[in-house]
């Protein structure tokens, strides 16, 4: 079945450092891809997502590259900031048809503190 | 517009009792789904509605039971709680995009933690 690894965390950075979190994943077909973030105490809301191989998305500084000949979609930021504190989400999503289309696989979730 | 609220916000049960959890959405869209969120797992998709009148199970169903009530709500119903079923519980909706071509986004709300003793 379809399944989303993300590297282990937590991983803690000081302000202006790079982040990158690792995500991989084993699909069957043709996965759209997506980062998710949830904010402490809050759900989860749509960071970034991609929808075929070699696209970018990009949002808030951050960015992922869909690659499938890797089957990876890591996720970075050039410049962490304190507001970044977080736990983000990989996940995937089928387009279109099927039974399963629509529904989300989510990886783990990578915790991210940033400190001053 | 304050897309998805869930109610109640946080709820200690004894196992053996039985609660719904209320969802709505403001955003007109025709998917609602419910995941749990355990630590170290993730979200799991618990059932899922494609659109009012249908409902399907996810990947964690047993112990639940879903109504889509109209177009604007989607609860989720534990008939007999237990212990296993402790987690954080969101619900989240999303637009079908008519031709198919992009997935949707899925929107979520704030949650409900859910404490079994």
């Known amino acids: 079945g379809d399944s989303v690894t993300q590297m282990e965390g937590p991983v803690t950075l000081s302000e202006e450092a790079f982040l990158t979190i690792n995500c991989t994943y084993t699909a069957t077909g043709y996965p759209s891809l997506f980062w998710y973030v949830q904010y402490p105490g809050e759900g989860l809301q749509l960071l970034l997502k991609a929808t075929k191989a070699d696209d970018k998305g990009s949002n808030k500084g951050f960015e992922a590259t869909y690659r499938k000949e890797t089957t990876s979609f890591h996720l970075e930021k050039g410049s962490v900031q304190v507001s970044d504190s977080a736990v983000y989400f990989c996940a995937l999503s089928y387009n279109a048809g099927g039974t399963s289309y629509g529904k989300l696989t989510f990886g783990q979730g990578t915790i991210l503190t940033v400190h001053p | 517009n304050a897309g998805v609220t869930q109610t109640p916000k946080f709820q200690v049960l004894k196992t053996g009792q039985s609660m719904t959890l209320q969802c709505a959405q403001d955003m007109n869209h025709n998917s609602m789904y419910w995941y749990r969120q355990d630590p170290g797992m993730g979200l799991r998709l618990i059932y899922y509605?494609?659109?009012?009148?249908?409902?399907d199970k996810g990947e964690v169903p047993n112990g639940y039971n879903v109504s889509r009530l109209n177009k604007r709500e989607f609860s989720l119903r534990l008939e007999s709680a237990a212990p296993s079923q402790t987690s954080v519980y969101f619900c989240?909706?999303?637009?079908?995009?008519?031709?198919?071509?992009?997935?949707?986004?899925?929107?979520f709300g704030p949650g409900t933690r859910l404490t079994v003793l």
């Open positions: 509605s494609a659109s009012e009148g249908t409902t």
């Open positions: 989240a909706s999303s637009q079908r995009d008519r031709t198919f071509r992009s997935t949707d986004t899925q929107y």
